[in-house]
């Protein structure tokens, strides 16, 4: 299951982790978004202990998501080492997301 990520535990939880994130900047509101969790709740199972998988609504955390520049939603930022290294805007296939994981696990 994704963690729930705020504007609290962000940087514990994104930028000090040793492992790849992939971050999902979602609303409730947002009917793409949606389609997407399903998505984002299997990668979070498929890649238990290698990567760390995450959620934030940003609605309720609007810093973080005005720190990353999001205007659009659903937007998927995936970070190494506390720095953003990719990223996907809009709903996209689970294989597209997962093979950007993998490219952060070699």
């Known amino acids: 299951m994704a963690i729930e990520l705020?504007?609290?535990n962000f940087e514990e939880k994104v930028l000090k982790s040793d492992k790849p994130v992939l971050v999902d900047f979602w609303a409730e509101w947002c009917g793409p978004c949606r389609t997407v969790?399903?998505?984002v709740s299997e990668?979070?199972?498929?890649?238990?202990?290698k990567?760390?998988?995450?959620?934030?609504d940003v609605d309720s955390n609007p810093k973080i998501a005005t720190d990353y520049g999001i205007r659009n939603i659903p937007t998927?930022?995936?970070f190494k080492d506390g720095e953003v290294?990719?990223?996907q805007v809009g709903a996209v296939p689970k294989s597209v997301l997962a093979s950007k994981i993998e490219n952060l696990l070699k």
Do not use: N, Q, R, S
């Open 6 to 8: 705020t504007d609290k």
């Open 43 to 49: 990668l979070a199972d498929d890649y238990e202990g």
């Open 85 to 87: 290294v990719d990223k």
């Open 37 to 39: 969790a399903p998505i």
């Open 51 to 56: 990567a760390v998988v995450g959620k934030i």
């Open 76 to 78: 998927i930022l995936f």
